[in-house]
């Protein structure tokens, strides 16, 4: 079993809770009519990094959110096995039928990217289209350009000890979200420079409440999973969103080859964004996700299952 303690945060009334495969209670949210999203966070965040994005959708479609195991609300992982990647997908498929929706453009950011790609691997029929913000498919530690290497923190996930990474996590993010917090954010270029100091404050405040066991097995996961060996296949429309000034997904290492390993693939580069962009540039990446499925099913690109 995989435990920890995490500070509490308020519930918000539209949120349910489902139990996933392996005992996980899972948090989610589904509001509003139309052709339906479903929105993947990234590891060490939660549901509130959609909050600028999605109103814009709710107008026109049912958005459909939800916490990864050990975030957010969700409580930490019942097992290691439930952390996995490979274990995400069947989770999104019971959100979707709790939230009574068969199929959706699955949303993916940060490395919910990799989950969204997982997803199509395992249940192709659920997905019209694909949609990648800010992320990888697969191995996502060998792209960044972060402070510490990509090799050196998987070797701290990998051989750490949980009882000695636990302490060390929760030490490090205990006062993420003290004043002086956003200014090391944009230093390391983690948090973009137009991210507003509340935002930025209420993404670090929750990686207080990240459960550390589950989140080791998770970024363990996120190293190990790939979804590079189904790009050329994928038979749904896929829209790539990059930024360029984006260390965690760099355009150049991620969003570009994402996008030529696709076939027929779109792609939104943006100059100025950051990992936070769906901070910053709210209002260009809800229009252009809109417009792409909109030109998709006139077009009857819609995958459908044979």
Known sequence: MLHGMRRDAPLSINEDFLFAPDGTRIAYRAEGEGPAFVLTNG??????????????????HRVITWDLPGHGHSSPAATAAGARFEALPEIIVQVMEAAGVSRATQIGWSTGCQVVFETYRQFPARCDALVALLGPAGNVLD????????????????????????????????????????????????????????????????????????????????????????????????????????????????????????????????????????????????????????????????????
């Open 43 to 60: 590891l060490t965040t939660t549901t509130t990094f959609w909050d600028h994005i999605r109103p814009r959708w709710l107008t026109r």
């Open 143 to 306: 792209t960044t350009e972060l402070p510490l290497a990509g090799s050196h923190l998987y070797r701290l996930l990998r051989h750490l000890p949980p009882y000695v990474f636990a302490p060390i996590f929760r030490v490090l993010t205990a006062n993420a979200d003290a004043p002086g917090g956003p200014a090391v954010g944009r230093r390391f270029r983690l948090i973009g420079r137009d991210t507003t100091n509340h935002d930025a404050r209420r993404i670090l405040a929750h990686l207080s409440r990240v459960d550390a066991r589950t989140m080791q097995t998770m970024g363990r996961s996120a190293q190990e999973h790939s979804a590079h060996d189904i790009l050329a296949r994928i038979g749904a429309p896929v829209l790539v969103v990059a930024g360029d000034r984006d260390p965690f997904a760099p355009a150049e290492r991620v969003g570009l080859p994402l996008h030529r390993a696709i076939p027929g693939s779109e792609l939104l580069r943006l100059p100025k964004g950051t990992h936070t962009a769906l901070l910053d540039h709210a209002e260009v990446i809800a229009d252009a996700v809109e417009d792409f499925v909109a030109r998709s099913s006139r077009s009857g690109e819609t995958f459908a299952a044979e």
